[in-house]
């Protein structure tokens, strides 16, 4: 009777004792406890700092063949909507067309030779600005902001018998074309970048539980008495999940153009060289994860540590160019901020190897240091 009642019996000192016990084991276990903390932080100042759905300042080219009073006014007024940042000019529209495929301009501006002269006549002359609508919500707001231009500007420049022409309508109008997504369609732009997603997600969590498996299984001992060298362990672990990715990109290839209607305007060739690139990317950051941590919870902690920025940063979720400076320099580090360029560019733009290379290169640098930084890790589990 005694012993029953003392199994219902609450002792404060006993649960104490538990509680003490469980915050040596938070001091102990670091990695957890800066999760806890740095996880809510790094949300924080992600969702606070750096996500903006209103991107400002997006790089612009111009072709101003008229060179006018107008047409300078015309820019200018661009400029002040702080929508555009104008970084360069062009010859014709055959160089703005391969500076949008590249990527390396958002819109191109288009004035024609002849915008001065129709417009003193009341001709209402057209300006061109050609936009890179692969994500719509990067681009609506700017676009939105240059058609009602035509309302105001110039004007100012009208003066004594040009005076008459002020009024409605406009003196000219503004031509919007969207590149690559003229209906605005967000799946477009969603799904290849899903593929980047659940690519990084699956290949980094299962190699990055890879080595910690072994250890906790009592295995890695055995692989350790073993004369494979350091390289050959951590590329023999990451092969076969290569095929398991190709396989998974194969099945969102083919939901993306038979289900959401995905246009596919680029190689097969090239997106499977840059899948491949990716996903040895990916795996590479897996196996650095796997060879640091000491369990397989801390694992799991540290992928998604690593999953979460990838996802906000990339240009996925949110415009990239609306984030600030210092939030594109962490983007420019993840490899999916790359990927999500590349396989919008090839699946989308029609990319040839001369436009993905500014893309492919940081991704194939990439994973050459993350499987230095493995190899440099899994030697100190030799000693």
Same mark, same amino acid.
């Given at each position: 009777? /005694?012993?029953?009642?003392?199994?219902? @019996?609450?002792?404060?000192?006993?649960?104490?004792?538990?509680?003490?016990? *469980?915050?040596?084991?938070?001091?102990?276990?670091?990695?957890?406890?800066?999760?806890?903390?740095?996880?809510?932080?790094?949300?924080?100042?992600?969702?606070? &700092?750096?996500?903006?759905?209103?991107?400002?300042?997006?790089? !612009?080219?111009?072709?101003?063949?008229?060179?006018?009073?107008?047409?300078?006014?015309?820019? #200018?007024?661009?400029? /002040?909507?702080?929508?555009?940042?104008?970084?360069?000019?062009? $010859? /014709?529209?055959? *160089?703005?067309?391969?500076?949008?495929?590249? %990527?390396?301009?958002?819109?191109?501006?288009?004035?024609?030779?002849?915008?001065?002269?129709?417009?003193?006549?009341? *001709?209402?002359?057209?300006? =061109?600005?050609?936009?890179?609508?692969?994500?719509?919500?990067?681009?609506?707001?700017?676009?939105?902001?240059?058609?009602?231009?035509?309302?105001?500007?110039?004007?100012?420049?009208?003066? %004594?018998?040009?005076?008459?022409? /002020?009024?409605?309508?406009?003196?000219?109008?503004?031509? +919007?074309?969207?590149? &690559?997504?003229?209906?605005?369609?967000?799946?477009?732009?969603?799904?290849?970048? =899903?593929?980047?997603?659940?690519?990084?997600? !699956?290949?980094?969590?299962?190699?990055?539980?890879?080595?910690?498996?072994?250890?906790?299984?009592?295995?890695?001992?055995?692989?350790?008495?073993?004369?494979?060298?350091?390289?050959?362990?951590?590329?023999?672990?990451?092969?076969?999940?290569?095929?398991?990715?190709?396989?998974?990109? !194969?099945?969102?290839?083919?939901?993306?153009?038979?289900?959401? $209607?995905?246009?596919?305007?680029?190689?097969?060739?090239?997106?499977?060289?840059?899948? =491949?690139? &990716?996903?040895?990317?990916?795996?590479?950051?897996?196996?650095?994860?796997?060879?640091?941590?000491?369990?397989?919870?801390?694992?799991?902690?540290?992928?998604?540590?690593?999953?979460?920025?990838?996802? =906000?940063?990339?240009?996925?979720?949110?415009?990239?160019?609306?984030?600030?400076?210092?939030?594109?320099?962490?983007?420019? +580090?993840?490899?999916?901020?790359?990927?999500?360029?590349?396989?919008?560019?090839?699946?989308?733009?029609? $990319?040839?190897?001369?436009?993905?290379?500014? $893309?492919?290169?940081?991704? #194939?640098?990439? @994973?050459?240091?993350?499987?230095?930084?493995?190899?440099?890790?899994?030697?100190?589990?030799?000693?």
């Amino acid at each position: 009777m /005694n012993r029953r009642s003392s199994l219902f @019996t609450f002792s404060l000192a006993r649960c104490w004792g538990v509680v003490l016990k *469980e915050f040596l084991q938070l001091k102990r276990d670091r990695l957890t406890f800066a999760m806890v903390i740095g996880i809510p932080v790094m949300m924080l100042i992600l969702f606070g &700092y750096a996500i903006n759905m209103d991107p400002k300042h997006l790089k !612009t080219m111009m072709i101003d063949a008229d060179r006018s009073e107008f047409s300078r006014s015309f820019i #200018m007024a661009m400029h /002040n909507t702080a929508y555009f940042d104008f970084v360069g000019e062009l $010859n /014709n529209e055959a *160089e703005g067309e391969a500076a949008l495929a590249r %990527g390396d301009v958002q819109f191109v501006v288009n004035i024609p030779s002849d915008f001065s002269r129709r417009l003193v006549r009341g *001709e209402r002359p057209v300006v =061109l600005v050609i936009a890179d609508a692969t994500d719509p919500a990067a681009a609506s707001n700017a676009i939105g902001a240059v058609t009602r231009l035509a309302e105001s500007v110039a004007w100012k420049d009208l003066g %004594g018998p040009l005076a008459r022409l /002020n009024g409605s309508p406009p003196l000219f109008d503004v031509q +919007v074309h969207r590149r &690559y997504n003229p209906e605005g369609i967000t799946q477009y732009n969603i799904v290849p970048g =899903l593929m980047g997603v659940i690519l990084i997600m !699956t290949m980094v969590m299962i190699t990055g539980l890879a080595m910690t498996r072994e250890r906790e299984r009592g295995t890695m001992e055995n692989l350790l008495a073993t004369p494979v060298r350091p390289l050959e362990m951590l590329t023999g672990k990451i092969v076969p999940y290569i095929f398991i990715g190709l396989i998974q990109a !194969t099945i969102i290839l083919l939901a993306a153009i038979s289900l959401f $209607n995905v246009p596919f305007v680029g190689g097969i060739l090239e997106l499977y060289v840059v899948l =491949l690139i &990716y996903i040895a990317a990916a795996l590479t950051v897996g196996i650095t994860i796997s060879s640091l941590a000491r369990n397989q919870l801390q694992g799991v902690q540290m992928t998604f540590f690593f999953f979460l920025p990838n996802v =906000l940063l990339s240009g996925f979720m949110f415009p990239f160019y609306g984030m600030p400076k210092w939030a594109q320099v962490i983007a420019h +580090v993840l490899p999916m901020t790359y990927f999500n360029r590349l396989v919008r560019g090839i699946m989308l733009k029609g $990319n040839s190897w001369l436009d993905l290379w500014p $893309n492919v290169w940081p991704l #194939m640098l990439f @994973t050459v240091i993350l499987m230095g930084v493995a190899l440099k890790f899994y030697r100190r589990t030799l000693d």
